[in-house]
Each structure stands twice: as structure tokens, then as C-alpha cells.
């Protein structure tokens, strides 16, 4: 399977705990995004890479929220303290041009 | 602020008929436009796209209309079938951007 992958898919945790998930795009693609999604909403950015250089943070991705991409690969998205307000469905992206390829995504609940 | 607006959650279409999925956007810098589909459990999947200097692409079954005048667009699919039963986003950018602005979805029910 050459598509986008995200691990884990499904993460329960209580509030408070620190949480990172992992994305690993189409091997070729220089770019890779982070959306979430909540219930009944599109997907709305949070964040971009091209290559490991993030160019793009939205307003949405507070100082709790952390991403990298440390080899300009694989991704890594860190929440950290988490609250209620954080579960949703995060999904990672990645394109060579306009065109992204998503994720499964993976589904987050805070209790 | 929802700059990518789907005013209609939900169509039902028989299949064989057409289903016709609107968006309407607000902001005028928007050149670039796509269409996804999403299935439960799975990520969105890329439909069909189109840039602002053109104002019809078609792919298959698939046809998507700009109407820059009027900030709209809109995805047919001619002949519908059971299985594009799914929810379908419309996407908005800005060449150079990078950064899409999805709509909030019309989920898509084509009865056999």
C-alpha cells in the first residue's frame, strides 16, 4: 500500500495526558499537511510542511499542539495537556503539487 | 467565518438520475477548486478539480461547473450509482497557498 498512512487510528485518552500520533505520506511527496475534523465540519487546516521546514501554523494549532517533521518524511503531531475540546478526527495529507492524498485519519477522544 | 459553504447536508438521488452537489465561496482570491469524497472510517478522497481560468472539467461520470460571477460551483455525476453513496466536501484555495478551505459537507444517498 503506497498511500498515506496514520498511526494510531483510534486513541482514547483522559484529559490531561499527552498524546502524538504519526503520519508517513506518499514516499515522493515533498509536502505534508495536518487537518482535524469535527462532527458535521470539514476538514480545517492546522498545519504545513515542505520537506521538514513548517511554513504554515494555523490560529487553531495552540501552544498545546506541536507537529514535526524531522527528516522531511514521516510527521509527528503532539497534543500535550489534552482537553474535551481536542476530539475529533485528525488527518494528515501530503501532495507533490496542488493535489493532497489523505489519510484514514486518526480518530481522537478525550474523556 | 465560513468562507466555503455546502448549503445542503444531505440529497437523495435515484440511481441512474443525476445528483447535482452545490458550494458557494465568499472569498474572491479563491482560484483553484476541488471536490472530495468521503467514505465512514476512511480519509477524504480526491474527486475532481478546477482552476478559475476554466469554467467546466469534466472526468467520467464527473463534471464540476465554476460560476466565478456568482462564487459557485457545483459536482454532477451522471449516471449516480449506489456507490457514490458518501459524503462529498468542496475545496477552496489560493494558488501558492497550500492551504484548502473545506466546506462542511452534503452527505450523498443514491437509492438503487
Known amino acids: 500500500d503506497t498511500g498515506v498512512s496514520q498511526n494510531p487510528r483510534h486513541k482514547i485518552t483522559k484529559r490531561g495526558q499527552n498524546v502524538t500520533f504519526r503520519c508517513d505520506p506518499i514516499s515522493e511527496h515533498n509536502r505534508l499537511y495536518w487537518y482535524r475534523q469535527t462532527l458535521g465540519q470539514g476538514p480545517e487546516f492546522l498545519t504545513y510542511f515542505q520537506n521538514e521546514a513548517q511554513l504554515e501554523k494555523s490560529r487553531l494549532l495552540s501552544d498545546r499542539f506541536s507537529a514535526e517533521r524531522p527528516k522531511g518524511s514521516f510527521s509527528t503531531l503532539e497534543i500535550q495537556r489534552t482537553e474535551q475540546g481536542d476530539s475529533a478526527m485528525y488527518l494528515c495529507?501530503?501532495?507533490?503539487?496542488?493535489?493532497?492524498?489523505f489519510g484514514p485519519g486518526t480518530r481522537l477522544t478525550v474523556t | 467565518d465560513q468562507q466555503v459553504k455546502q448549503n445542503s447536508p444531505s440529497l437523495s438521488v435515484q440511481e441512474g438520475r443525476i445528483s447535482i452537489l452545490n458550494c458557494d465561496y465568499t472569498n474572491s482570491m479563491f482560484d483553484y477548486f476541488l471536490w472530495y469524497k468521503k467514505y465512514p472510517a476512511e480519509g477524504p478522497t480526491f474527486l475532481i478539480s478546477?482552476?478559475?481560468?476554466?469554467d467546466k472539467n469534466e472526468d467520467g461520470r464527473f463534471t464540476v461547473f465554476l460560476n466565478k460571477s456568482a462564487k459557485h460551483l457545483s459536482l454532477h455525476i451522471v449516471p449516480s450509482q449506489p456507490g457514490d453513496s458518501a459524503v462529498y466536501f468542496c475545496a477552496s484555495t489560493t494558488s501558492g497557498t497550500y492551504k484548502y478551505i473545506f466546506g462542511t459537507g452534503t452527505r450523498l444517498k443514491v437509492l438503487a
Open positions: 478546477i482552476s478559475s481560468i476554466k
Open positions: 495529507a501530503s501532495s507533490l503539487g496542488q493535489g493532497k492524498y
